[in-house]
């Protein structure tokens, strides 16, 4: 397992941008065997995944939160973000950054997957 | 999106009890489910992966059985750190999605 690390404010404002960053220790984010996600998690609520994006730069992101979301990669950093617009108070959620396998097997068949490295959380308020 | 939902959403057991929890996905997920515990503050720890396969270094107390649309997580006899809410998760599509949390608390 890898531990990941968030960053970024854990303060915005509402109709802000929403930016955080995760750090992925030795290099490994250019690895082809994973995928890089972000998850949220409102304060005494479940898990909700957000979306994911390939070291390639491909992304996929929940319907729910599509319009706002942006994941984008930065391998020469080892890094990757998550922007997500127009926030409100029902953004305010703990966000984990995390990495599941690569879901498709060798003969490019969907396999599933999980998530089996997490950073340890960012508390983000939206709040004026 | 596939709807997961966990049974019970809070449990009551005593150490050394067995425990059973359970989750049911509104479609066919196949074997493509896991199991996740999540302690107070910390972020959530992998347990079973493909409904049944233990994540290496968890306890062999951890099982995870069930296919298609109906998945259990047991837990064989409940040790103190086991106390804490476990949820279910499947990767059959995305969105992935996940149950609702079941508290195990202590009794």
């Known amino acids: 397992q890898l531990q990941l690390q968030e960053s970024g404010p854990g303060l915005v404002k509402p109709s802000e941008t929403l930016s955080l960053t995760c750090t992925v220790p030795g290099g490994s984010i250019s690895s082809s065997g994973y995928y890089w996600d972000w998850i949220r998690q409102p304060p005494g609520k479940g898990l909700e995944w957000i979306g994911t994006v390939y070291y390639g730069g491909g992304t996929s992101y929940n319907p729910s939160l599509k319009s706002r979301v942006t994941i984008s990669v930065d391998t020469s950093k080892n890094q990757f973000s998550l922007k997500l617009s127009s926030v409100t108070a029902a953004d305010t959620a703990v966000y984990y950054c995390?990495?599941?396998?690569?879901?498709?097997?060798?003969?490019?068949?969907?396999?599933?997957?999980?998530?089996?490295?997490w950073g340890q959380g960012s508390l983000v308020t939206v709040s004026s | 999106d596939i709807q997961m939902t966990q049974s019970p959403s809070s449990l009551s057991a005593s150490v050394g009890d067995r425990v059973t929890i359970t989750c049911r996905a509104s479609q066919n997920v196949n074997n493509y489910f896991n199991w996740y515990q999540q302690k107070p503050g910390k972020a959530p720890k992998l347990l079973i992966y493909a409904a049944s396969t233990l994540q290496s270094g968890v306890p062999s107390r951890f099982s995870g059985s069930g296919s298609v649309t109906d998945f259990t997580l047991t837990i064989s006899s409940l040790q103190p750190e086991d106390f804490a809410t476990y949820y279910c998760?499947?990767?059959?599509?995305?969105?992935?999605?996940f149950g609702q949390g079941t508290n195990l608390k202590i009794k």
């Open positions: 998760q499947q990767s059959y599509s995305t969105p992935f999605t």
């Open positions: 995390a990495r599941h396998p690569n879901p498709y097997s060798s003969s490019w068949i969907w396999s599933g997957t999980h998530f089996d490295s």
